[in-house]
């Protein structure tokens, strides 16, 4: 690996960035955010994710959080907002929210990792770099960086990986605006790098038919971007290649603030941590995928 203190640190802004997102996903996919929601009254699956994840912006109906979250269907999201809030105040949605973070990550981890020096580490290291992070332009990241600190190192280092997930979210919408690239391609010619969500997850998540699917491959292809076999052609390998690297640029300042020692460091400790994850279950194994 090449080291964080070289020419290239937007590279190691995506090393370290890769592990807490991964960590910050756990919570999506877990048992304890269906519980807690469910409890609520949120139980749809669809509802829980967009509920969960807009509800650092108050009672907020539809058109804001397409326009956000960029590529999820319209429609999808306002089947369920703003009615969502009538079942739930965003407030409680945000408490169930922590609630299931902490679930998730003791089981996930175990109370040993989650009670350890390096835990709290790792904490202070990520919520030191989400203090270069910028407000402008980037709506998810300023909602949740309104939200307190949770206390104990675990949830607040969950706190930080969804600070610098949705920083460098909200960047990655503007290079996939810059880049062409419309909801449903985007997805796809991500889904197309094998870093992507597979089509069952694209439709179950995101709310489009495999119809759209299908019609979003045929516009990529049409452009030169994807082959016959839905594999990315080197037009589509440099169009996505682009594209991460305007979101790498966009998103250099939180870790440029940590400093190389500090990024390699964390990028160590959220590695060990999300593999610890991922080999406990984290997540479905047809989650990723091509079709």
Request: proline share 5%.
């Amino acid at each position: 690996m090449t080291s964080l203190n070289g020419p290239r640190p937007e590279l190691a802004a995506r090393r370290c960035q890769q592990p807490l997102n991964t960590l910050h996903a756990t919570v999506y996919f877990s048992p304890e955010i269906v519980r807690e929601m469910g409890a609520l009254g949120i139980e749809e699956f669809s509802a829980v994710n967009i509920a969960g994840r807009t509800a650092a912006f108050g009672r907020v109906g539809p058109g804001p959080v397409t326009a956000a979250f960029y590529n999820y269907k319209h429609e999808r999201i306002a089947a369920h907002l703003p009615g969502v809030w009538d079942a739930a105040a965003p407030q409680d949605v945000l408490a169930a929210r922590l609630r299931a973070a902490d679930g998730t990550l003791r089981r996930l981890l175990g109370e040993d990792v989650i009670a350890s020096p390096e835990m709290a580490e790792a904490a202070e290291l990520a919520l030191r770099a989400t203090e270069g992070c910028g407000r402008g332009g980037r709506p998810l990241y300023s909602a949740h960086a309104d939200l307190p600190v949770p206390e104990t190192p675990h949830l607040a280092l969950w706190h930080a990986a969804t600070l610098l997930r949705e920083h460098r979210g909200d960047g990655h919408v503007m290079a996939l605006v810059r880049a062409g690239l419309d909801p449903v391609e985007a997805l796809l010619s991500h889904s197309a790098t094998g870093g992507g969500m597979s089509d069952k997850w694209l439709v179950r998540t995101r709310g489009w038919t495999v119809e759209e699917l299908i019609a979003g491959r045929e516009r990529l292809r049409a452009r030169g971007l994807l082959d016959e076999a839905g594999e990315l052609t080197e037009a589509g390998t440099a169009l996505r290649d682009a594209v991460e690297a305007e979101t790498d640029r966009l998103d250099a300042a939180p870790y440029e603030h940590l400093g190389a020692a500090g990024v390699e460091r964390l990028t160590g400790l959220a590695k060990t941590f999300a593999m610890a994850a991922v080999e406990a279950g984290a997540f479905p194994a047809d989650l990723l995928g091509n079709g």
